[in-house]
């Protein structure tokens, strides 16, 4: 359920966005450029409000764009870290917060990139020389938290993701909590920023194990009563 609300919720952006594009009257796009990411090499920010639907919302697009450049609608990653800019009492001050904030923003995509970089031996050694990284903005896998970057590392043979995730808040209250969000088709974990990777894909692998087991005790658990009631019904 939560992962079809998450789905409802990107929709409902990005049809906001379309809708922006189409009448740009009443919005207004500002764009920041953090380059130089070991992983990602490169993603834009894009700070888009709209006076007419009371929005002001965070996207970020994989590549360095410039000034002028069209994006499209799904090449946009929902953020819900969002400026707030209430408090500022004029235009110097809301300049002065604007700065601050997305300095912030720009911090936290820095951070969590550097820690994914770190990721990738022990997750190369893992696929064996097979891993690759996804820049999609969508994923095949479900995760518990909104993405922060549209960076993934895939070890194919495990059908393992790796990427970087947050939790909703303004920026007014600084760097948003992140974690690293490790998935499988039918499990996932979040694990701290600070956290050996080593150690935490071992736990994860662990965790995946037992979970393959306790599912196939389930599955054969029923068949045996299914089993069961077919012989009641013979008799």
């Known amino acids: 359920m939560a992962e079809e609300e998450r789905d409802r919720d990107e929709g409902k952006a990005e049809e906001l966005l379309r809708r922006a594009l189409l ?4 919005a207004v796009a500002v764009s920041l450029r953090v380059e130089g990411l070991p992983v990602t ?37 929902r953020v819900p870290c969002d400026l707030d800019l209430a408090a500022a009492g004029d235009r110097d001050e809301a300049e002065r917060l604007y700065a601050e904030q997305a300095m912030a923003l720009r911090d936290a995509l820095v951070g969590a990139d ?14 064996e020389g097979r891993l690759s990284v996804d820049h999609s903005v969508q994923l095949s896998v479900g995760l518990p938290a909104p993405r922060l970057l549209p960076t993934a590392l895939v070890a194919p043979d495990r059908k393992l993701v790796v990427t970087p995730v947050c939790s909703a808040r303004t920026l007014a209250a ?3 909590p992140m974690g690293i969000a490790c998935a499988q088709p039918d499990l996932t974990r979040v694990y701290p920023l600070t956290d050996d990777p080593e150690r935490c894909v071992h736990d994860f692998l662990e965790l995946a194990a037992q979970h393959a087991r306790t599912l196939a005790q389930r599955i054969a658990h029923q068949e045996a009563s299914v089993e069961r009631f077919l012989e009641l019904s013979g008799d």
């Open 41 to 77: 090499e490169a993603v834009t920010v894009i700070f888009h409000g709209r006076r007419d639907l009371g929005t002001l919302q965070t996207y970020v697009t994989y590549g360095s764009k410039g000034a002028g450049a069209t994006v499209a609608a799904s090449e946009l990653m």
């Open 114 to 127: 550097t820690v994914l970089d770190v990721w990738r031996e022990p997750l190369d050694v893992l696929s």
């Open 23 to 26: 009448d740009d009257s009443s």
């Open 174 to 176: 600084g760097r948003p």
